[in-house]
């Protein structure tokens, strides 16, 4: 062994192959391993880091023209100017200004709103007149709700149904990691102040000073502090209006020496105002799924007023424990806050769909692992298999933790790389082993020099072509825009174990095949002979006349040349179809309605009814949610394409949840597909001008 170079492979496998510290580091990597699993962030898809930000402007009194041109034209160039920014545009509206800015993939987003705050307020003298202060919402990834609870009832009115759904939401906003809560539905309780012009004159009084009067009674002030007996007691002056008869009595004037109350010069009442919005829950053929019977259905009907709680997460949370902790919290509270005749359903669990793709993905990877462990037994034999698969979860354990570390979480792109990368994480070991098992056969030398040169032998070579994946794979982690942050963990995390797996394969892969592997070939008399050797005859058989005569060598290359250029041609014949990425079986799509402008919420709402009840017939439906007028929660796609700006009487949305992808036949893009012109012809013999689209969740970014 003197005389031998090692090389560095067999300098490490040296130092390491009767080491104590070897098992010990098999094992602290397993351990480590195990708890990354446990405390990475579990979520459906990879987090992405977008921010945007929605600024609005309001112009009384401006037509639209107005504002493009001296509000939404002048900012969009001043925003522009901001480092970071990626895109700006705006929409123009009678009265208000929005501007959408959204920076580069990546930026940080209290960087960026720190940027964009310095240039609005550094340019508030170009507004101008009679134009108010900007109103800046930033909005990101975070902002998504991964829960979402639909409160309905058949014997309530929607405004009953919201209190009831502000009592919960102020219950559920508890829960640790829950950052916003929002109610989406329902009608609010105003009082319609009807205004006598003729009393008015007779009082000597303008309709601005009523309005101020009211303003000023609605308002609770901080009026100083009392001391008494040594203890100080906060003053608060003022009262907000509870109840119908304090607007009614709010003094809103003097006259003559008296006051002049509100209801001297207007009539106030508490009478139901025009809804601005409606939303309703509907069940499908699998409504039991969402524990609604059938008899239920026939007995009430199958359409029910709704208000739904949208709940959004903490950043880096894990998104399955977030939504296990704020549904356990409502089945806490439910019983003392909802009424019998109220019911929950849950339309929305991001938190279940990410535990369930995590544990595909999880069984994916064990029917891999299991498969290639069985491969390398039946050619190399049962304790080479076996050292063989000690590689596998040691190299994954130590992607993961790395992954931990750096702050990815464990989602489908990220278990995917892993599975990807299974196949080329093993090779290291398989070559190292392999050759082992052939030195350790070949008995030139003593069983430990026999496992060192082994490694050495083939060292050299093994890192040269770890690293040339790692090379090839790489450049992928560069890719700008959405796509980049996306796609990027499956090029770190094969290249994080790729090289894991170079480690083991010099460090525990030599230590376990020497201890596994030597008593046998101690046992073995003769001399292994590779020529005798199934393997090596067939090979033999194969690759002897290619190399022993030049027209099969070259007719051999002009074939594999054939093939490749077929294989290319399939692309321009599309023969085969190519995606960047496949279609993804959800069990969600939306229906977006839009009718012309000026179309009234009564229009909007018979058109997308008249759709939700084609909707109820889909074989593969559990519920839908119809938000007519307002926007439904958003996800991903509907953060990144505004539909939560969505509002108006002539706009309206449909959610439609599906039963498991497991227990349907048809996958959720094929339903899309093969529903949406039956779902367009019914909302055109309604109403010809209504514009509808099936807006499914991209298997990706909204690229």
Same mark, same amino acid.
């Given at each position: 062994?003197?005389?031998?170079?090692?090389?560095?492979?067999?300098?490490?496998?040296?130092?390491?192959?009767?080491?104590?510290?070897?098992?010990?580091?098999?094992?602290?990597?397993?351990? @480590?391993?195990?708890?990354?699993?446990?405390?990475?962030?579990?979520?459906?898809?990879?987090?992405?880091?977008?921010?945007?930000?929605?600024?609005?402007?309001?112009?009384?009194?401006?037509?639209?023209?107005?504002?493009?041109?001296?509000?939404?034209?002048?900012?969009?160039?001043?925003?522009?100017?901001? /480092?970071?920014?990626?895109?700006?545009?705006?929409?123009?509206?009678?009265?208000?200004?929005?501007?959408?800015?959204?920076? /580069?993939?990546?930026?940080?987003?209290?960087?960026?709103?720190?940027?964009?705050?310095?240039?609005?307020?550094?340019? *508030?003298?170009?507004?101008?007149?009679?134009? &108010?202060?900007?109103?800046?919402?930033? *909005?990101?990834?975070?902002?998504?709700?991964?829960?979402?609870?639909?409160?309905?009832?058949?014997?309530?009115?929607?405004?009953?149904?919201?209190?009831?759904?502000?009592?919960?939401?102020?219950?559920?906003?508890?829960?640790?990691?829950?950052?916003?809560?929002?109610?989406?539905?329902?009608?609010?309780?105003?009082?319609?102040?009807?205004?006598?012009?003729?009393?008015?004159?007779?009082?000597?009084?303008?309709?601005?000073?009523?309005?101020?009067? #009211?303003?000023?009674?609605?308002?609770?002030?901080?009026?100083?502090?009392?001391?008494?007996? !040594?203890?100080?007691?906060?003053?608060?002056?003022?009262?907000?209006?509870?109840?119908?008869?304090?607007?009614? !009595?709010?003094?809103?004037?003097?006259?003559?020496?008296?006051?002049?109350?509100? /209801?001297?010069?207007?009539?106030?009442?508490?009478? +139901?105002?025009?809804?601005?919005?409606?939303?309703?829950?509907?069940?499908?053929?699998?409504?039991?799924?969402?524990?609604?019977?059938?008899?239920?259905?026939?007995?009430?009907?199958?359409?029910?007023?709704?208000?739904?709680?949208?709940?959004?997460?903490?950043?880096?949370?894990?998104?399955?424990?977030?939504?296990?902790?704020?549904?356990?919290?409502?089945?806490?509270?439910?019983?003392?806050?909802?009424?019998?005749?109220?019911?929950?359903?849950?339309?929305?669990?991001?938190?279940?769909?990410?535990?369930?793709?995590?544990?595909?993905?999880?069984?994916?990877?064990?029917?891999?692992?299991?498969?290639?462990?069985?491969?390398?037994?039946?050619?190399?034999?049962?304790?080479?298999?076996?050292?063989?698969?000690?590689?596998?979860? $040691?190299?994954?354990?130590?992607?993961?933790?790395?992954?931990?570390?750096?702050?990815?979480?464990?989602?489908?792109?990220?278990?995917?790389?892993?599975?990807?990368?299974?196949?080329?994480?093993?090779?290291?070991?398989?070559?190292?082993?392999?050759?082992?098992?052939?030195?350790?056969?070949?008995?030139?030398? +003593?069983?430990?020099?026999?496992?060192?040169?082994?490694?050495?032998?083939?060292?050299?070579?093994?890192?040269?072509?770890?690293?040339?994946?790692?090379?090839?794979?790489?450049?992928?982690?560069?890719?700008?825009?959405?796509?980049?942050?996306? *796609?990027? +963990?499956?090029?770190?995390?094969?290249?994080?174990? &790729?090289?894991?797996?170079?480690?083991?394969?010099?460090? #525990?892969?030599?230590?376990?095949?020497?201890?596994?592997?030597?008593?046998?070939?101690?046992?073995?008399?003769?001399?292994?002979?590779?020529?005798? $050797?199934?393997?090596?005859?067939?090979? !033999?058989?194969?690759?002897?006349?290619?190399?022993?005569?030049?027209?099969?060598?070259?007719?051999?290359?002009?074939?594999?040349?054939?093939?490749?250029?077929?294989?290319?041609?399939?692309?321009?014949?599309?023969?085969?179809?190519?995606?960047?990425?496949?279609?993804?079986?959800?069990?969600?799509?939306?229906?977006?309605?839009? &009718? +012309?402008?000026?179309?009234?919420?009564?229009?909007?709402?018979?058109?997308?009814?008249?759709?939700?009840?084609?909707?109820? $017939?889909?074989?593969?439906?559990?519920?839908?949610?119809?938000?007519?007028?307002?926007? =439904?929660?958003?996800?991903?796609?509907?953060?990144?394409?505004?539909?939560?700006?969505?509002?108006?009487?002539?706009?309206?949305? @449909?959610?439609?949840?599906?039963?498991?992808?497991?227990?349907?036949?048809?996958? =959720?893009?094929? %339903?899309?597909?093969?529903?949406?012109?039956? %779902?367009?012809?019914?909302?055109?013999?309604?109403?010809?001008?209504?514009?509808?689209?099936?807006?499914?969740?991209?298997?990706?970014?909204?690229?």
């Amino acid at each position: 062994m003197k005389n031998i170079d090692l090389g560095i492979a067999g300098n490490i496998t040296k130092k390491f192959i009767t080491s104590k510290l070897t098992p010990l580091f098999l094992l602290a990597s397993i351990l @480590i391993g195990l708890a990354a699993i446990v405390l990475t962030p579990k979520e459906e898809e990879p987090q992405i880091v977008v921010p945007m930000v929605d600024i609005f402007i309001p112009y009384p009194g401006s037509s639209a023209k107005e504002v493009e041109r001296k509000v939404s034209t002048e900012f969009e160039k001043l925003i522009w100017e901001i /480092k970071g920014m990626d895109y700006v545009y705006s929409i123009s509206k009678p009265g208000m200004s929005l501007i959408i800015a959204r920076f /580069k993939v990546g930026e940080n987003m209290e960087d960026a709103l720190v940027r964009l705050y310095n240039r609005l307020m550094s340019n *508030m003298d170009k507004l101008p007149p009679g134009a &108010m202060q900007p109103l800046v919402k930033p *909005m990101d990834i975070n902002d998504v709700p991964i829960i979402s609870l639909t409160l309905w009832s058949d014997k309530r009115t929607p405004y009953e149904i919201r209190q009831i759904a502000k009592e919960l939401c102020l219950q559920l906003k508890q829960v640790e990691d829950v950052s916003k809560t929002w109610i989406i539905g329902g009608d609010t309780r105003r009082y319609k102040v009807l205004i006598d012009r003729d009393k008015l004159k007779n009082y000597h009084l303008s309709l601005l000073q009523v309005v101020q009067a #009211i303003r000023s009674a609605n308002l609770k002030l901080p009026a100083g502090n009392i001391v008494e007996n !040594n203890t100080e007691f906060p003053v608060e002056a003022g009262e907000f209006i509870k109840t119908i008869d304090d607007l009614k !009595n709010v003094v809103v004037a003097v006259y003559n020496g008296k006051p002049v109350y509100l /209801k001297d010069v207007a009539e106030v009442v508490d009478a +139901p105002i025009d809804p601005e919005n409606y939303v309703f829950i509907g069940f499908g053929p699998h409504a039991e799924k969402q524990g609604v019977s059938r008899e239920f259905i026939k007995e009430y009907g199958n359409q029910f007023p709704a208000v739904t709680i949208a709940i959004a997460k903490k950043k880096g949370t894990n998104a399955v424990t977030v939504a296990e902790e704020i549904l356990e919290k409502f089945e806490d509270v439910k019983s003392s806050i909802l009424p019998s005749d109220v019911h929950v359903t849950v339309t929305r669990n991001y938190g279940k769909t990410a535990q369930d793709k995590f544990n595909e993905l999880m069984f994916h990877l064990g029917v891999a692992i299991f498969a290639v462990v069985i491969f390398i037994g039946l050619t190399l034999g049962i304790k080479e298999a076996f050292v063989v698969s000690i590689a596998i979860p $040691t190299t994954l354990a130590l992607t993961l933790f790395v992954d931990l570390l750096t702050g990815y979480t464990l989602n489908r792109v990220t278990l995917f790389a892993l599975i990807f990368t299974l196949g080329l994480l093993v090779d290291d070991a398989i070559v190292v082993v392999e050759n082992i098992h052939r030195h350790l056969k070949l008995k030139q030398m +003593p069983p430990l020099q026999a496992a060192i040169y082994a490694v050495a032998e083939v060292g050299n070579p093994t890192i040269l072509a770890t690293f040339t994946v790692i090379a090839a794979l790489l450049p992928m982690a560069f890719v700008s825009g959405l796509m980049g942050p996306y *796609m990027r +963990p499956i090029p770190v995390n094969a290249s994080i174990a &790729m090289f894991f797996s170079l480690i083991v394969a010099f460090v #525990i892969s030599p230590w376990a095949a020497y201890y596994l592997l030597r008593k046998e070939a101690e046992k073995e008399e003769e001399k292994f002979e590779l020529e005798k $050797t199934p393997t090596y005859r067939i090979y !033999n058989k194969v690759v002897r006349p290619l190399l022993d005569f030049a027209v099969k060598r070259w007719a051999f290359l002009l074939g594999v040349l054939l093939l490749m250029a077929g294989s290319v041609f399939m692309f321009y014949t599309k023969a085969v179809v190519v995606k960047l990425l496949p279609f993804d079986n959800k069990s969600e799509f939306q229906v977006v309605v839009d &009718m +012309p402008e000026g179309t009234s919420l009564e229009e909007t709402a018979r058109v997308t009814k008249a759709i939700a009840n084609y909707i109820a $017939t889909i074989p593969e439906v559990t519920d839908y949610e119809m938000y007519i007028g307002t926007a =439904s929660p958003f996800d991903f796609n509907g953060l990144v394409r505004h539909y939560y700006l969505r509002q108006g009487g002539n706009v309206a949305d @449909i959610r439609i949840n599906l039963i498991d992808k497991h227990e349907r036949k048809r996958q =959720s893009h094929d %339903i899309a597909k093969e529903e949406r012109p039956k %779902i367009q012809e019914v909302a055109k013999a309604v109403n010809p001008d209504a514009n509808v689209k099936i807006v499914e969740v991209p298997p990706g970014p909204p690229v």
